[in-house]
């Protein structure tokens, strides 16, 4: 059983940076990909940044370029490094693990952008 604890979120303004984090527990961090996700009301939760095991990043085309996904295995945390935000970066944002048979989230970090 994999728990996952996301923190950082906040309400900003256009342009503004934050970073959010991701603590694991309940495995070994190192074994585990880490992905973010985001979720607005009405809508399905969006793919955002995934950073594997090896360290291999991916991230969504509306965030290329803007943010930045990392871990330290030493701290069992990932964070997302959110620059430049806009209005559509806005929603509950999810720290999302899996392992062969299961998945596993967070209960997620609101992020509020505004003008």
């Known amino acids: 059983q994999v728990q996952l604890v996301e923190s950082g979120g906040g309400a900003v303004q256009v342009g503004d940076s934050l970073t959010l984090s991701c603590v694991a527990s309940g495995e070994i961090f190192s074994y585990l990909p880490l992905a973010w996700f985001r979720q607005v009301p009405g809508n399905e939760r969006e793919f955002v940044a995934r950073i594997t095991i090896g360290g291999v990043k991916t991230y969504a085309d509306s965030v290329k370029g803007r943010f930045t996904v990392s871990r330290d295995n030493a701290k069992n945390t990932a964070w997302l490094h959110m620059n430049g935000l806009k209005f559509e970066d806005a929603g509950v944002y999810f720290c999302?693990?899996?392992?062969?048979?299961?998945?596993?989230w967070g209960r997620g970090t609101q992020v509020t952008v505004s003008s």
């Open positions: 999302n693990t899996w392992e062969p048979i299961d998945t596993y």
